[in-house]
């Protein structure tokens, strides 16, 4: 024991002085690679207890025991640079910088660590690689730069949400969410948009349970953890990023040309569409009824282009401004980003202002305090590219529906009418729905989402001696949302049409939601007799979270030139208003040790009691063990020269999933207007029991093992990780299905049973490392096997629907099936169309002396009248309705009849694997980085195809890949013909590979050399041009095949109107003062 | 509320030369359990609620509401139909329209969302006879009420009863996740207690005439409907004494003296469509309201199902005569859909000069779908569209295009006379009083005072078969397309018989003769799909999938053929 202090003591000693016995004294710089100085670098003599660090030039001086002595330097996250010290006195040591080397450190639950010493699976992305994708979020940017995290988005429009998946889906009707750690603070919905990238230090991700579990209750999904930049030492340092950029629309949908319209329209309805006396007569007649105009004539008409008309290159202006640094006592860090996006839909987008401020200071030796403080507000505006609600509502109220689907040709209406009016008035007659002109339709309506964050964090910090500290925080995250609607008379949504009844008509919803924290934790650090390390944490935290809401909506309102505002002249509907509350305590503890960073032992444990659950089940304890062992420091290994550093973790833990609403283990009885009855021609209002409360409700707990190996060879140049993990979720918080004639369809029960397996694999190479020319790269994939184990009590599958159409909302598309994915396509086997010789028929002609016999093929097609063979299997509607062209099932159980019982697994939204490859190359000033994203093996269901590619209606246009459709003349066209379609049902025709290979972001730039800025008071500039989303390889026939609307686990894929994606190009800028 | 504690200790440990100092840190809370044991604010719970005499005001309007607004088209048009009064006649295929032409299997969407929302008020009737007793009230609103629920609770067991026979009873709330499946019970002793509820509330209800409208539980409504239950007991187990309950209640309501008939026919469906009263011949109704298509289960969206297919504007209140520019405008909106065509064997049931015929089934149509000019139909035309509730007779302005306030009849006094002369004649034969109950009905058919006997139109019956007869075809004639004549079918054991009857006569019917003469809407006649598809396993629904699926204690065991 005494021999350790005086060691440690000897130890600093060196490190501040240089009295040490001196043969050759050395002096130097250390620079990073833009010629700044290092401050703080260690350098040290090796094998000798010699050592200094640099000072705030840079400099050093240190005294050599001979010529042959190694010297080294070190320092956190640059590459440790050794060499002899032969002749020199003065070196100009130039550290590269490099995140992946094992001295790395890792922020992990409650504290940090080497990445060498780290016995569980965290994945960590270079910010800097983050920051050079040009989009808004850093979510964004973090698709395929981490091995089983699985980023994707909905769809394209700006400010929306990300989908994080960690490891497959655990959870089959709760959130597969990670919990996001920032700066300590834990938060289960955690915003995106209210972080700026820039100021993002660093992004672990805490992927198995060894490292959750510190999480507990809250760790099942995997646990994010971001820390903010901090000031650092040294002078005043002011940078600017600046960029201003441009986006696109990756892709649009070809729509039939005017010609191929009109001809459509005679192939419908030949008598509507000449007609002379409606307005849907696309040959104008005069007024005697002559036409003027002929189909061919459409051949040199060019039509109107609604994707023209609505989607725009939309520009994009980010800029950050920050002000760090610090004496040794205090440190600090300021800075504010103005963000504003907008959307390729005209009238769309997203904007942010955020501040952030960061201060350290250490009180005295013992005290350390410190406070950050981030403020937000963002606005995100415009109208969705669906109609939002679509129970008992027509796809036609939505934006893209009549983007795609609205006439190009005005027929014999008037063209300025045409172009202005919001209602095309001659549309489908017989069907009673409408066409809504989109331009009209976006200008007709504002929807608005303000949204502003508080995020603040104060810490102090005591050491009762070098190796005992007690942290204590408290935090506040404060979250104001505002949500505006507002339909005026010429929006769809207050038209007296389709039953909508609700005339010029908005709302406001106010929401605020609270969390606060206090978290107390004592932590232990030492090194017994320089080989036993020993870590230990033990602390105690408690969150509360409330959350109320109050929301307006009026009807009918008289002066809709008052906007929104004007809600108070209308007729009242409603209001709403909710309040939520819960509220969690924990406990936790944590051993780490080491032998000679050998071998590795880390257990914790985390007991979470939280206010979502009965008393009964409140608390829940969550404990894992991990160990490792690096195989490079044992002797046998010395002799592989190339290896750098190997070595093997494995881990078990249990976690938690608590992602259930407050109040779920309560029966809930509530008034509403809809569950009342009306005597005597008066209205009673309803109190009804809406659910069914659950007195044994508990957390999930998810089983996590992983083992994982980490080589790295030829000095680091080549580092590669691999990780089997596999998760056993049970107790499921299921919204399960119950007996129906209990009262009840779904409670919330801990029922069933998910399993996810896979491999992750992670290659980092530096292929090229010379002082003009460098070339690095990243490669990772993985793979996850996500199977149902169980679900309700002895119950086989799951149906779920898709809500997007009222034709098809109550038709199941998904099945949830035990022994297989959470989710999968259900439906039927397309088999293409009806052909010619699947009938019969007989010559209908009325004149009898030109009557040709049955089945006489010289008969014409239209004197036909067909019947179904009997030997041919009918499509689900009617046999005597079917016609050639008409679209075909496959009949699996081979009944001759197309019904439930020939539905069946249709196809898998769920990717074989998915990753990403990054390169980053430097010559000279200049610097390139490409990053590429795959998902392979994923189906999605393209539903657009359903109404576009298959004329539902008259008058709406379709796709240009159904100009080539089935007739008599063109028997080989697999497109069925007008009115074919059969009944509403969901088939493996508009399945399609999902498969994509994307170019996502590529970064060029050029870092002016410093010589040329001095003069001009600049340090560092650095120009570049930044592209995302720039090319993208798939079979894909939808606009982008990243895409799932009202993505779940249950209803992945999905591809209806989704806003689309736009690929950007930017400029910037990184100046440093 | 917390409190930090630091002690700091001095601990001599073996081989250390120094004393080491340890820092022990206690948190105490000052309410632990406190933090965490958060109550909801913003809903209550069923065991708080139930108070006060508002709080059983809303609690009823629910039992009532859940069960009954499945009339606003289920229970009214998809269910019932599919007869021989009339079929679904459209190409289109959606599956709501399926049940109607039997091409639905145990999943269909439709089968469950009635079978849950029928066990769901049976549910909330049960919660509020459980809870109803704490509430701090008179004791006479409490028996009330609770009358009402108990004969709420009962009738929505009855109509499960008449779709899908043998059916899990409940008759507590369900609280228990563990104890959620029950087996079916049998019909014989869903019956009894059905029944039995049913007796017990007749004491606890109101007096119809006190009241002054039919969409709440009274004495009448349940005599009346007790009979209906014991009619159907009675075929259905072939338990004869039921008749003679039947035959006694129905008589309670006849000897009340609070009731008569409506002199006109059609009046009878006039005021349910204009939100009128006449609680002498409409004894029980289900109140819908409001026309708001957002909240269409509490208004009644049937008669958009029937009529010839047209459309109303519904801005003009003065007449109906829309023309071009108003619909130019979009500003449309009431809709008949003319699914439903009505049959051949239904128009040959009406004799010549029975005025119900052409009310039931429309004798006009309109020039085209958005013009109001109306043609009359072909004299003889015998496939027509249904006439009961035609939307051209609302009154509340502005018309929407789905949803009305239109009451959908449960019980009229015609029934109750009818079925007192059923019951009788199956326990005595024909006697005076009951002919007498039957020509009264028939008086009004024909136009002429009920009350009044009538030498050449009222008929006489000399046997029990007979009348019995009679009265199978004139209850289809009083009650067509009023969710009535499938029920009788079945209760009589003649459902699938007379279901192969209408397919050959439909086979037999010219394919012309089956679209409605002057319709501007002529559809595809699917006419004979329903009565192919139909099989002896329709003669029941099936348990749907989502109670089979989960249920285990019904041992996977479905309805016959199902």
């Known amino acids: 024991m005494e021999k350790t202090k005086l060691i440690i003591l000897l130890l600093i000693w060196c490190a501040f002085n240089s009295l040490m016995a001196q ?58 640079k050794e060499l002899i010290v032969g002749e020199n006195k003065d070196l100009n040591i130039v550290l590269i910088e490099d995140s992946k080397t094992l001295d790395e450190v890792v922020v992990v639950g409650y504290g940090e660590q080497k990445r060498m010493d780290i016995t569980g699976s965290v994945g960590s992305v270079k910010t800097s690689d983050l920051t050079k994708a040009p989009v808004a979020t850093f979510e964004q940017a973090l698709a395929g730069r981490i091995a089983g995290v699985n980023v994707s988005s909905s769809e394209g429009d700006p400010g929306s949400a990300m989908n994080i998946v960690i490891r497959g889906q655990n959870s089959i009707t709760q959130s597969n969410a990670p919990l996001y750690v920032i700066d300590g603070f834990p938060i289960e919905d955690f915003n995106a948009n209210t972080l700026n990238t820039s100021d993002i230090a660093s992004i672990d991700v805490l992927k198995d349970a060894s490292s959750t579990a510190i999480y507990g209750a809250r760790g099942a999904n995997g646990v994010i953890l971001i820390t903010t930049k901090s000031g650092k030492e040294g002078r005043p340092q002011i940078s600017y990023d600046g960029s201003i950029g441009f986006s696109k629309e990756i892709k649009r949908m070809e729509l039939l040309s005017p010609y191929e319209f009109v001809k459509l329209q005679f192939d419908l309805n030949p008598i509507t569409a000449s007609g002379t006396s409606n307005s849907l007569s696309y040959l104008k007649p005069d007024a005697s009824g002559i036409p003027t105009i002929s189909i061919e004539d459409y051949k040199n008409i060019a039509g109107v282009d609604w994707q023209n008309q609505v989607l725009q290159v939309a520009p994009m202006q980010n800029h950050s401004l920050s002000l760090m640094g610090g004496t040794k006592a205090t440190k600090y860090s300021v800075s504010i980003n103005y963000l504003d996006q907008q959307g390729i839909i005209i009238k769309s987008g997203f904007n942010r202002l955020q501040g952030r401020l960061r201060l350290d200071q250490i009180v005295n030796e013992k005290l350390k305090v410190g406070v950050s403080l981030s403020y937000s507000q963002t606005k995100t505006y415009g109208t969705s590219s669906r109609f939002d609600d679509t129970s008992g509502k027509d796809p036609s109220f939505g934006l893209l529906y009549n983007v795609y689907g609205f006439r190009p040709v005005n027929g014999n209406v008037d063209m300025d009418q045409f172009l202005n009016d919001a209602i095309d008035y001659g549309s489908n007659e017989t069907s009673t729905i409408l066409a809504f002109n989109p331009l009209a339709y976006i200008n007709n309506q504002t929807r608005n989402i303000y949204q502003s964050n508080i995020l603040t964090n104060v810490y102090g910090e005591y050491s009762f001696n070098k190796f005992l500290k007690l942290r204590v925080t408290g935090g506040l995250n404060r979250n104001d949302n505002r949500n505006e609607n507002f339909y005026n008379s010429q929006s769809p949504q207050s038209l007296t049409v389709g039953g909508i009844i609700r005339g010029i008509n908005g709302s406001q919803r106010w929401s605020q939601s609270q969390t606060t924290l206090n978290e107390n934790t004592l932590s232990y650090n030492r090194t017994f007799n320089r080989v036993h390390s020993f870590n230990g944490l033990i602390g105690f935290t408690n969150q ?25 002249q209308g007729e009242a509907q409603p209001l709403d208003t909710r309040y939520d509350e819960n509220s969690i305590m924990s406990y936790l503890g944590r051993a780490n040790y080491n032998y000679k960073q050998r071998y590795y032992a880390t257990a914790s444990l985390r007991a979470d009691g939280s206010s979502k659950f009965p008393a009964l089940n409140r608390w829940g304890y969550f404990p894992s063990v991990s160990l490792s062992w690096r195989l490079s420091e044992e002797k046998f290994m010395k002799s592989l020269q190339f290896i750098s550093d190997a070595k093997i973790r494995g881990g078990y833990g249990e976690i938690g999933n608590n992602r259930v609403g407050s109040y779920d283990y309560f029966s809930a009885l509530a008034l509403s207007t809809i569950s009342g009855y009306s005597y005597g021609n008066s209205y009673q209002q309803g109190a009804t029991t809406t659910s069914i409360g659950n007195e044994n409700l508990k957390w999930e707990t998810t089983k996590s093992s992983n083992i994982g190996l980490d080589v790295s060879m030829f000095n680091q140049r080549i580092s590669f990780t691999a990780d089997y993990y596999k998760k056993n979720t049970t107790n499921l918080l299921l919204n399960a299905n119950i007996a129906p004639s209990s009262g009840y369809t779904t409670a919330r029960m801990n029922i069933g049973e998910v399993q996810n397996s896979g491999l992750e694999l992670t290659l980092n190479t530096v292929n090229f490392s010379k002082r003009d020319f460098t070339w690095t790269s990243n490669f990772n994939i993985s793979w996850n096997n996500n199977k149902i184990v169980a679900l309700n009590d002895g119950q086989s599958n799951m149906l779920s629907n898709m809500q997007w159409n009222q034709n098809y909302n109550s038709t199941p598309l998904y099945l949830a099936e035990v022994g297989k994915p959470i989710a999968q396509f259900y439906g039927y086997q397309w088999n293409g169309v009806y052909q010619i010789n699947d009938f019969n028929w007989v010559d209908n002609s009325a004149d009898v002396s030109i009557k040709l016999p049955d089945n006489d093929p010289t008969v014409p097609y239209n004197r036909r009248t067909y019947t179904l063979k009997q030997e041919v299997t009918d499509n689900g509607s009617a046999r005597s309705i079917i016609k050639p ?20 697994v249709i196809g898998d939204p769920n990717p074989d694997f998915v990753g990403g490859f990054t390169n980053n190359f430097t010559y000279k000033g200049f610097d390139l980085s490409i990053f590429f994203q795959f998902s392979v093996g994923n189906q999605l269901y393209n539903a657009n195809r359903m109404l576009f590619e298959g004329a539902y209606r008259s008058d709406l246009n379709q796709f240009a890949s159904y100009a080539n459709r089935w007739s008599p003349e063109t028997p080989q066209y697999t497109n069925y013909t007008p009115g074919g379609n059969g009944s509403n049902v969901y088939s493996t025709r508009t399945i399609e590979d999902g498969s994509y290979l994307r170019l996502k972001t590529l970064q060029l730039g050029y870092t002016i050399p410093t010589s040329l800025l001095k003069s001009i008071g600049i340090t560092d500039l650095h120009l570049y041009c930044a592209t995302q989303n720039l090319f993208t390889w798939t079979k894909y026939s939808g606009i982008d095949p990243e895409v799932s609307i009202n993505n779940s686990a249950l209803t992945p894929g999905f591809d209806y109107a989704a806003y689309p994606r736009s690929k950007t190009i930017s400029f910037g800028v990184n100046a440093k003062f | 509320m917390l409190n930090f504690n630091l002690y700091v200790v001095k601990i001599k440990i073996k081989n250390m030369k120094k004393f080491v100092t340890l820092i022990i840190m206690t948190i105490t809370l ?38 009954l607004s499945m009339y606003t088209r289920y229970l009214s048009s998809q269910f019932p139909l599919g007869t021989d009064e009339g079929f679904f006649k459209s190409t289109s295929s959606t599956s709501s329209f399926d049940i109607m032409t039997y091409k639905n299997d145990a999943g269909a969407a439709d089968f469950t969302w009635v079978w849950q929302n029928l066990y769901k008020g049976i549910d909330r009737a049960n919660e ?45 709330s369900t609280k228990d996740l563990n104890s959620l499946n029950i087996p079916r019970t049998p019909e014989i002793e869903l019956y009894a207690q059905i029944v039995k509820d049913m007796k017990e509330s007749e004491a606890m209800v109101s007096d119809i005439d006190k009241l002054g409208y039919a969409e709440r539980v009274t004495k009448s409504a349940v005599q009346g409907i007790l009979a209906r239950v014991c009619l159907f007991a009675a075929g259905r187990t072939g338990d004869k004494s039921y008749y003679t309950e039947a035959r006694n209640s129905a008589l309670k309501v006849i000897k009340s003296g609070k009731h008569a008939l409506d002199a006109s026919y059609q009046d009878v469906f006039i005021n349910l469509m204009q939100d009128k009263y006449n609680v002498k011949e409409s004894i029980f109704e289900v109140g819908f309201y409001g026309s708001t298509y957002d909240n269409n289960y509490r208004c009644a969206v049937f008669p958009s199902y029937f009529g010839q297919r047209t459309s109303f504007p519904s801005s003009n209140s003065t007449n109906f005569i829309g023309t071009q520019g108003q619909y130019g405008k979009g500003l449309f909106s009431a809709v008949s859909s003319a699914y439903i065509l009505s049959t051949s064997y239904l128009y040959d049931a009406y004799e010549t000069g029975d005025l119900r015929r052409e009310w039931t089934m429309l004798d006009y149509t309109y020039k085209s779908w958005n013009t ?67 020509n009264m009905v028939r008086r009004r058919a024909f136009g002429v005072d009920p009350t009044v006997k009538n030498q050449t139109i009222d008929k006489t019956f000399t046997s029990k078969d007979e009348l019995f007869t009679y009265l199978k075809d004139e209850r289809l004639r009083e009650f067509a397309f009023e969710a009535i004549r499938k029920m009788d079918l079945q209760r009589w054991g003649i459902f699938y018989e007379q279901m192969k009857k209408m397919q050959t006569i439909i086979e037999n019917t010219p394919a012309t003769d089956l679209v409605p003469a002057q319709s501007y809407w002529p559809g595809v006649p699917l006419a004979v799909q329903t009565y192919v598809n139909f099989d002896i396993r329709n003669v029941l629904y099936p348990i749907p999938l989502s109670e089979m699926s989960v249920n285990k204690a019904l041992n996977n065991e479905n309805n016959p053929g199902w």
């Open chain 2, 128 to 172: 509020f006879l459980e809870y109803a007793d704490q509430a701090n009230c008179s004791d006479s609103i409490k028996t009330k009420l609770k009358g009402e629920a108990l004969f709420i609770r009962a009738y929505y067991h009855f109509v499960l009863a008449t779709y899908w026979g043998s059916v899990p009873m409940r008759l507590k």
């Open chain 1, 23 to 80: 043969n050759k004294q050395i002096s130097g710089k250390v620079v990073d690679e833009q010629d700044q100085p290092l401050i703080g670098v260690n350098v040290l003599i090796k094998n000798a207890k010699i050592g200094t660090i640099t000072d705030i030039n840079g400099r050093f001086v240190i005294n050599a025991p001979s010529s042959e002595s190694v010297i080294m330097f070190r320092y956190i996250g640059y590459s440790t």
């Open chain 2, 372 to 438: 109001l000019t109306i043609v009359p139909e072909k004299p003889n035309y015998k496939f027509r569209f249904v006439g009961k509730f035609r939307r051209e007779y609302e009154i509340n302005f502005p018309l929407y295009k789905w949803g009305n306030s239109t009451n959908w009849p449960l019980l009229r006094y015609s029934d109750v006379l009818l079925m007192y002369a059923e019951a009788d004649n199956e326990l005595n034969g024909p006697q005076t009083d009951a002919i007498e109950y039957v």
């Open chain 1, 885 to 904: 062209g008409y679209i075909k099932y496959k009949d699996l159980n081979g009944d001759g009849h197309i019904d439930n019982k020939d539905l069946g």
């Open chain 2, 30 to 67: 000052l309410s632990c359990s406190d933090f965490l044991d958060i109550k909801p604010k913003d809903f209550t719970s069923p065991t708080n609620y139930y108070s006060n005499e508002d709080d059983l005001n809303h609690a009823i309007a629910t039992v009532y509401n859940t069960g």
């Open chain 1, 544 to 568: 509360k979270y409330t959350n109320q809401l109050f929301g307006g909506e009026a009807w009918h309102l008289p002066l809709e030139e008052l906007n929104v505002y004007g809600l108070k």
